[in-house]
């Protein structure tokens, strides 16, 4: 998707929400800007998602990516190293995470019962992973020798500017007390650090050359545990954690929405040029106000669609809330509605009202048209082109035949194409029929405004 379609449809400002706070910010934002190649990837992804959110919780899936993002930093650690004991010790921390991360994602994914193939695959494959012969020894290996450093004990004393280290300390862990004190749970990842990311390889040197004097056996074993291990993180399991990313960020960004009262779901993805929605809202809208939306019911099975917002104070919000919903099943995400049927879309197109730009000096008309050219020339039978208030700068007149025109042109290439306009009259000659209906469904039920009013009199002067 575009720069200018996120914008328009206020997308920009929705994935600035899901990334706050979050590491790898970069390669999250490629998860949202690249399209799925067809409507079974689009169905795929969409299950994945729901069975996330329905079944393995979100903190199972956290606490992978956690370790993923450890073993990745312990290599590069290790590699900066190259060649010391450093380089090592920070190899069996990487292999230690590695296997934590395979065993718990196993569990957490038995125990969920998960129904979507992507998830079913999965689980499988970390079975197969978890059971075969290269990992247990690498487990093994691995939790056995970190006991052994684990068990290792020195002081180390800070005075007057300089660190003096004794091998071997019978003094009590503080920092281990701390830990167990403040840890609700009793279990805690990690040491406590002082100064987070803070790394001093040159006193790291001197520790463990002090504690290899004392220790040479633990660090030939660790020597000789390289050597045996010295490749053993599966690709897969990283692009499994990239993927989790995705999902997490926008499940979060999602039931903080639910909290507020509000609703989402996951749409049926259909080939049919149809799409069925039901109290759809506006997420730019929502962002913005703490009082919940009125939602859009939307009923449409037809190539082009001509649409009078009800709010005028809202003019953009209809045709964002169709755009966001198209947009984000389109990656196979859930969508703020109530319910939905939703066309697949190849690309999507907007066309929205541009703030003035007086230094290109060119009329608004002008500027119209050249954001045009490009999308009647792109757009075609697995595209949706979303136009709000276009042409609504020039004359009624003018306005609505070039509208129609324009509709002409992008529904004769296949595209489905949605016009939001307050112009009147500009609806074709076949909405008049469903107009009428209108009429006469308002006509029956006694709510023209006559009879309103005549009620309302009568109430009052009764």
């Not at 000789?224 to 010295?230: D, Q, R």
């Not at 993805?269 to 919940?292: C, F, M, P, Q, W």
């Amino acid at each position: 998707m575009s720069d200018g379609a996120m914008s328009d449809l206020g997308l920009d400002m929705i994935l600035e929400e899901m990334l706050r706070g979050r590491e790898g910010e970069a390669e999250l934002r490629q998860w949202f800007r690249c399209p799925l190649p067809d409507i079974d990837a689009v169905r795929y992804r969409s299950s994945v998602m729901e069975d996330i959110d329905g079944r393995l919780t979100l903190e199972a899936a956290e606490k992978f990516v956690l370790r993923v993002r450890r073993l990745t930093e312990c290599l590069n650690f290790g590699e900066a190293c190259s060649g010391s004991v450093q380089s090592c010790k920070w190899r069996l921390d990487a292999a230690v995470e590695y296997c934590k991360a395979v065993s718990e994602m196993k569990e957490a994914i038995n125990v969920a019962g998960l129904r979507s193939d992507g998830l079913t695959r999965c689980s499988e494959w970390l079975s197969a992973c978890a059971m075969s012969k290269p990992f247990i020894r690498l487990r093994d290996d691995a939790f056995e020798l970190d006991r052994t450093f684990c068990d290792m004990k020195y002081s180390l004393i800070a005075s007057d500017g300089l660190f003096y280290i004794y091998a071997g300390s019978d003094e009590a862990d503080y920092c281990a007390e701390l830990r167990r004190t403040f840890d609700r749970d009793g279990e805690s990842e990690g040491s406590l650090q002082a100064i987070v990311g803070l790394r001093t390889p040159g006193l790291e040197e001197e520790i463990l050359r002090l504690l290899r004097k004392r220790h040479p056996a633990a660090f030939a074993a660790l020597e000789s545990f390289c050597n045996i291990h010295s490749s053993f993180v599966d690709p897969a399991v990283l692009t499994l954690a990239s993927e989790l990313t995705f999902y997490i960020a926008c499940l979060r960004y999602f039931r903080a929405i639910r909290k507020r009262g509000l609703y989402y779901c996951y749409p049926a993805i259909t080939e049919k040029k149809e799409l069925r929605v039901e109290a759809g809202y506006d997420l730019k809208v929502i962002a913005a106000t703490t009082n919940l939306p009125i939602g859009n019911g939307i009923d449409w099975h037809a190539e082009a669609a001509v649409v009078v917002p009800a709010f005028p104070e809202r003019p953009d919000s209809f045709g964002r809330t169709v755009g966001q919903i198209i947009a984000l099943s389109a990656l196979g995400c859930p969508v703020p509605a109530r319910s939905a049927v939703v066309p697949h879309v190849d690309r999507l197109y907007t066309h929205f009202p541009k703030a003035d730009r007086p230094e290109r000096n060119e009329g608004k008309l002008k500027e119209e048209l050249a954001r045009l050219r490009p999308i009647v020339a792109e757009a075609d039978h697995g595209s949706m082109v979303v136009l709000n208030e276009t042409f609504s700068t020039t004359s009624t007149c003018d306005a609505v035949a070039m509208g129609r025109k324009l509709l002409d042109l992008l529904t004769a290439r296949g595209a489905m194409c949605l016009f939001v306009t307050h112009l009147p009259g500009f609806a074709p000659e076949d909405c008049d029929a469903g107009r009428k209906r209108v009429e006469e469904e308002v006509e029956r039920y006694g709510l023209t405004k006559e009879r309103l009013r005549s009620r309302l009199k009568e109430r009052l002067h009764g």
